[in-house]
């Protein structure tokens, strides 16, 4: 069966014990609680996860975790990248061992690469592996180096495997840029919003977001994307404009504050590993009072 990636997909935290060790078991009803409100697919673990703040090994026991609950309802992608490539194609191997449906790796980090090196690196982790490839755009994080359009033309003529692009810049011209050339050479390729910036992605050919508000709100998520898939622009823009106020709310000493919002909606998932900051009393309780103004405590799912 072909990969289909579209609508509300949900890239999941790590839950972690108050000693910072791996909490499998939560893991696992944080996963079934995804599937089970309406996620089309399960990615793990994107930087909300704290990917750079787990060992190697710990990331094999998540992906385990992660398809061995999914069962196959919804596809499962792993993201690989890690700061060594060798890591990098250590984890695509594992991921592939263990049966996942995909896997997606972000432009290497830290140094400042240049457009023929990018290219190269995305073909050397493509080519290691038979999955399915996601791309993963995020220029503002990691020093201006982004995915072109004509390097997303050259990855395509490629690569076979290459099915879609995580596009986490927030800006709509590059969003543009990549999904004119890649949708007009392959019509299924997913072009993927990096949080719940539905409305100015869809109707520019977008497939969905991979959610972080989806922790808090599946509901309102999977609303906004039904209303821009029905053209229900007034709607959608509604609902937009909720979701912005709720990533500006979870931004603002992220991932930590999304775990913090958690707590408050009966799903705790333990601290931060540092030197990330955990959440902290204040924090939750602005959190709690912002949820509340927007009546989120009322209209989404509490407890697992």
């Known amino acids: 069966m072909a990969l289909k990636l579209r609508g509300v997909m949900q890239s999941t935290v790590t839950p972690l014990r108050d000693d910072f060790s791996p909490d499998l078991p939560t893991f696992e009803k944080l996963v079934e609680f995804h599937v089970r409100t309406g996620a089309t697919a399960i990615a793990w673990p ?11 090994a710990e990331r094999k026991q998540f992906a385990e975790v992660a398809v061995k609950v999914t069962a196959g309802r919804v596809p499962v992608s792993i993201h690989i990248s890690a700061l060594a490539v060798e890591d990098t194609l250590e984890l695509a191997r594992h991921a592939e061992k263990i049966g996942a449906d995909a896997v997606l790796a ?3 980090y830290f140094w400042h690469y240049d ?5 190269n690196y ?3 982790v493509a080519t290691h592996t038979s999955l399915p490839f996601i791309a993963y755009n995020s220029p503002s994080y990691l020093e201006g180096v982004e995915i072109t359009g004509d390097m997303t033309r050259r990855l395509i003529e490629r690569l076979p495997n290459f099915v879609g692009i995580k596009e986490a810049s927030f800006d709509s011209e590059k969003f543009l840029e990549i999904s004119r050339v890649a949708l007009a050479m392959k019509p299924d390729f997913a072009m993927i919003a990096g949080v719940e910036f539905l409305l100015p992605s869809v109707p520019l050919g977008g497939a969905g977001s991979y959610s972080s508000a989806g922790a808090i ?3 309102l998520c999977t609303s906004l994307f039904e209303a821009c898939e029905k053209g229900d622009w007034p709607r959608a823009r509604e609902l937009q404009y909720m979701l912005a106020r709720l990533w500006d709310l979870f931004r603002d000493q992220y991932p930590s504050s999304l775990k913090g919002g958690m707590v408050i909606m009966g799903r705790p998932v333990g601290p931060t590993r ?3 900051p955990t959440a902290t009393k204040e924090r939750t309780a602005h959190i709690r009072t912002q949820l509340e103004d927007m009546g989120i405590l009322e209209s989404e799912p509490h407890g697992w």
Do not use: D, G, Q, W
Request: proline share 14%.
């Open 46 to 56: 994107h930087h909300k996860a704290e990917s750079l703040n787990l060992t190697i």
């Open 122 to 124: 995305f073909v050397r």
């Open 115 to 119: 457009n023929e090196t990018l290219y």
């Open 274 to 276: 540092p030197p990330l």
């Open 217 to 219: 709100c599946p509901n």
């Open 106 to 108: 972000i432009t290497p």
